[in-house]
């Protein structure tokens, strides 16, 4: 299992960043994956996923009408569209198959500040 997240930066309160996520090694179409973050100095927080189709999609509430998470079987790609991004966004940003996040990618920082 390889997975590989890109897309990550820093931003402005307010402001927009769009994550991807390469899978490779496994069958991708078959797995519910998810988006997972760590803030600094805290533990891993559940963010979102979605089922193998992409027709179900589960959202935290720190996220919920802020965040999009979609996927593309035939790229093998998972993404997560972050919008009107908040200070308390800020951590690491992670993909994984859903309930597997010890095998994780080496992730992305996302920063929001001002």
């Known amino acids: 299992v390889q997975l590989v997240e890109s897309g990550g930066g820093l931003v402005q309160p307010g402001g927009s960043l769009s994550l991807s996520c390469a899978a490779s090694g496994f069958t991708f179409s078959d797995y519910t994956m998810s988006w997972v973050r760590q803030p600094p100095g805290k533990g891993l927080e559940w963010v979102s996923h979605?089922?193998?189709?992409?027709?179900?999609?589960s959202y935290a509430e720190a996220v919920k009408g802020r965040f999009t998470i979609s996927r593309d079987n035939a790229k093998n790609t998972l993404y997560l569209q972050m919008n009107s991004l908040k200070p308390d966004d800020t951590a690491v940003y992670y993909c994984?198959?859903?309930?597997?996040?010890?095998?994780r990618g080496q992730g992305t920082q996302v920063t929001v500040s001002s």
């Open positions: 979605i089922n193998s189709g992409g027709t179900y999609r």
């Open positions: 994984a198959k859903l309930g597997e996040y010890g095998n």
